[in-house]
Every structure is written in structure tokens, then in C-alpha cells.
């Protein structure tokens, strides 16, 4: 198994928002990717590429040793091996420096939540009516 872990280039953006359209209502933009690709003194976003596959993939923000993940995925048919752990171990490994992490989630996304929880993500707060299908976000932080 070849896995490799890197920053999101702008040949990307096909693969990865093929799986964006799949797993969201209000999916980002090709556009909103390229944006942050070329956004680079804040912005890092990377894919996961197994076996020369784009698995998955997240947005980073980090500014002032704040962490904001923005997006993270796990392509549909790889879900439930392992990678959603793995990509989140590497974006920890890349910014150990960072003294917050937030990132926000859908109240109904158990499977999303269960993970955050797993790497010690706490609900800071609930907002309401984010997203645009009407649910609620959770807010979660994670401290260094
Ligand atoms: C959420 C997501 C990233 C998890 O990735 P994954 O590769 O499927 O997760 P893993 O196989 O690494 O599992 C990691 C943990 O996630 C949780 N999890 C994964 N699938 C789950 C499911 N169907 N039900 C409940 N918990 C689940 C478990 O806590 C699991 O740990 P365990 O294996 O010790 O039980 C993936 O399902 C996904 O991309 N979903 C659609 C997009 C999305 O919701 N992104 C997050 C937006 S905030």
C-alpha cells in the first residue's frame, strides 16, 4: 500500500471535487480549492493519494499557531479503513507548534463527530442553522 500525503495541487482539484460533489449538500467551489492552493501564506490544503488515488483530502488554515481545519473528507467507497484517522494524524504532525484547533461540524454527522472526539476535540458551542440545509454546526476545539 503506497500512501502519500501532500500539499493539494491545482491538477488536483478534478479528483478532489468530484468526491467534494459525492459527499456534500453545499459542496466548496472548484474555484473556492483553487483559491486556497494559491492563498498560501495562511491556507494548506493537502490530499491523501493511495495507491496513486486521491483518498481524501482537508483544508488547513494556520495563523498564529491557530489551527482551523476547514475541510476534510474521506472519499466515499475508502471510508471506514483507517484514513480519516491518517489524515488527521498528518495535519497533527505538520503543526505541532499550534496552540488551538477548531474546526466545525454538522450536529448529525455521528461518524465525523466520533472522530474528532478520538483525537480530543471538545464542543465549544452550536451554531445554529449553518449550514444550508438548515443543521446546526457544532463548534470543536481541540488545545496543544
Ligand atoms: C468522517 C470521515 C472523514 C471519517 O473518515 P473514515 O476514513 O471513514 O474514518 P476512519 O475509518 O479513519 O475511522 C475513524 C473513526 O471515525 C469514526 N467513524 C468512522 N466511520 C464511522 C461510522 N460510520 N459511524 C460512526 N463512527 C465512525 C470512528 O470513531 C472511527 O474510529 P474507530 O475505527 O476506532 O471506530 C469520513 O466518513 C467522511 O469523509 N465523511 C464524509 C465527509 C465528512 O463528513 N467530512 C467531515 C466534515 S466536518
Redesign the pocket.
Known sequence: MNVVFRRMQKKDIRDVYEIELD??DDCWSKASFLHEIKNSSYSFPFVLILNETIV?YCVCWFYQNELHIGN???KSD?????????LMEKIFELFPKYTEAY????VS????I??YL?FGFKILSTRKTYYENGEDALVMVKYN
Not at 454527522?109 to 465525523?112: H, L, S, V
Open positions: 459527499l456534500f481524501g476534510f473528507a474521506i475508502f471510508q471506514g479503513k483507517g484514513l480519516g484517522k491518517l474546526l466545525e461540524v454538522d454527522n455521528n461518524a465525523a466520533s472522530l478520538k
